[in-house]
């Protein structure tokens, strides 16, 4: 069974989340239900689930599916550990690689509780000033879970991986595909030199501490090659590289079925 995820999540790419997880099903070439995430319930009865799903709710069903012994891909313990709040603490406690909490070119404040569903949910902050101004638009919001960090001037990266055996990287700025317009903060890339493999080994390590299949993100690539991963999520779109990852992913999971 396909779960597709909650249009709420899908903020300027409804299409393209439900064209990759149609892709998926097509190359597994079986008859594969599709269900929208607030349908999912407990009657549900499927051996393997391919989840784009992010409500709470449906964390919890695929949990329980899990212990069942049922394949679930993403898995939901991974998917609750790739929140914002819980994602920032695992990667300091880990050492990723990721931007410092203070710094002298401003800060992002991002709604951590759940995944970004809106512009406003990730803000840039030129000054503290700014920053406190936009922690009390939050709280007027209901929103106190949130995520700070300084910003780093350098060629944002998006990336896209699934397990160990794909990995893709792109510079939003090049085809100017961006789902907000945040990327525009740190302008046009320069395209600065940086160690690619170390770049995939960290991602593909950050991945398997959470254990989160299917993935992707952004880094900051500084001008002296230093990285800094500030966005992870699961299951992305993947629409720079759709194709590609739809055989990666199901092959993953004929994989994960043996």
């Known amino acids: 069974m396909a779960v597709r995820r909650d249009d709420r999540f899908s903020p300027n790419s409804i299409e393209n989340d439900r064209d990759i997880l149609q892709s998926v099903c097509r190359l597994l070439g079986k008859e594969i239900n599709m269900v929208d995430e607030a349908l999912l319930s407990e009657a549900c009865d499927a051996d393997v689930y391919l989840s784009m799903g992010r409500l709470p709710k449906t964390i919890r069903l695929l949990k329980s599916f899990e212990e069942q012994g049922v394949v679930v891909i993403n898995s939901a313990h991974g998917v609750a550990a790739s929140m914002r709040c819980k994602l920032h603490e695992t990667m300091r406690a880990n050492h990723i690689s990721m931007p410092p909490s203070h710094g002298e070119h401003g800060y992002w404040l991002k709604r951590g509780d759940v995944a970004a569903q809106e512009e406003g949910d990730v803000v840039f902050c030129p000054d503290e000033d700014a920053l406190v101004k936009a922690k009390s638009k939050f709280a007027a919001r209901g929103i106190d879970d949130y995520v700070v960090s300084a910003h780093v001037p350098g060629d944002v990266v998006k990336f896209y991986g699934v397990g160990d055996r794909f990995f893709r990287y792109y510079y939003p700025s090049d085809d100017r595909r961006m789902k907000f317009s945040h990327e525009l903060v740190n302008g046009e890339a320069h395209h600065y030199s ?35 991963i500030i966005d992870f999520n699961d299951w992305p779109s993947f629409s720079r590289c759709r194709e590609e990852a739809a055989n990666a992913i199901a092959s993953l999971v004929k994989d994960r079925i043996k």
């Open 194 to 228: 940086f160690d690619e493999w170390s770049l995939r080994h960290e991602v593909m390590r950050l991945a398997e501490i959470i254990s989160l299949d299917v993935y992707g993100g952004d880094a900051i690539v500084d001008e002296a090659g230093r990285f800094y």
